[in-house]
């Protein structure tokens, strides 16, 4: 009988699509202080905002025999739009990971783009995911980002703050919890034009972090400083 058909054995964790007040967050907290970096690092990042969630059912066939076929539901696939903040400008990132795995190496020296694997499909019943189109902002962005504009109705740069957008990212097949992310940047330029010597091995000139911290941080009068020698 129709009725007595066995239905797909279904974990239990893969059951009822999630809400956004279901997921957690590894880096999501308020009054955490972004970071300013020298040289090359390796930095986990502070989720400014998420939302704009959609659930997309994952479906499996069975062949019913002479009734023809069933469709179940036997979970869901998740996207996300995020901001990731990372840190103050930098020079250039070169690395995106998710989870401490790298998933794109690159050289982005401006504001632009990239592709990376953004979640992780399940082993059973999951599904196949293209790679994500992630926006980055290097420090100097002047206008919003318009989908960041559209989703939360400010019109907000984030002028000084290296971050990451993600528009309607793949984060996993029946999770609960957002992927944690992270990138490889540098910053070896201080002080902008007319410095040379700046960067040692993708380390930063370790006079040159003296003179920026002195002038630009403790606000030092650049004229008690020795630059020629």
């Known amino acids: 009988a129709y009725f007595l058909w066995p239905a797909?054995?279904?974990?239990?964790?893969?059951?009822?699509?999630?809400?956004?007040?279901?997921?957690?967050?590894?880096?999501?907290?308020?009054?955490?202080?972004?970071?300013?970096?020298?040289?090359?690092?390796?930095?986990?990042?502070?989720?400014?905002?998420?939302?704009?969630?959609?659930?997309?059912?994952?479906?499996?066939?069975?062949?019913?025999?002479?009734?023809?076929?069933?469709?179940?539901?036997?979970?869901?696939?998740?996207?996300?739009?995020?901001?990731?903040?990372?840190?103050?400008?930098?020079?250039?990132?070169?690395?995106?990971?998710?989870?401490?795995?790298?998933?794109?190496?690159?050289?982005?020296?401006?504001?632009g783009s990239f592709n990376a694997k953004t979640g992780k499909t399940a082993e059973i019943y999951g599904s196949v995911q293209p790679d994500t189109a992630i926006r980055a902002y290097l420090g100097s962005q002047a206008t919003a980002d318009s989908y960041l504009a559209a989703e939360t109705g400010y019109d907000i740069a984030y002028k000084g703050i290296t971050y990451l957008v993600f528009q309607n990212a793949f984060v996993g097949d029946n999770v609960r919890a957002c992927p944690m992310y992270s990138?490889?940047?540098?910053?070896?330029?201080?002080?902008?034009?007319?410095?040379?010597?700046?960067?040692?091995a993708g380390d930063a000139n370790p006079a040159h972090m003296l003179y920026y911290i002195m002038v630009n941080m403790l606000k030092v009068s650049d004229t008690l400083m020795d630059i020629a020698t």
């Open 8 to 111: 797909p054995q279904v974990p239990s964790s893969q059951q009822g699509k999630a809400s956004l007040d279901d997921f957690s967050f590894p880096t999501n907290s308020n009054g955490r202080v972004i970071p300013e970096v020298f040289g090359t690092n390796h930095l986990y990042g502070n989720i400014l905002w998420a939302g704009d969630l959609n659930a997309v059912p994952i479906t499996q066939e069975t062949d019913m025999g002479k009734k023809g076929s069933r469709t179940d539901i036997v979970g869901y696939s998740y996207f996300l739009g995020l901001a990731y903040a990372l840190c103050g400008c930098v020079d250039s990132i070169t690395e995106f990971r998710q989870d401490n795995k790298i998933m794109a190496t690159f050289s982005l020296t401006g504001d």
């Open 183 to 200: 990138c490889v940047v540098k910053r070896t330029n201080l002080n902008g034009a007319g410095w040379t010597n700046y960067d040692i």
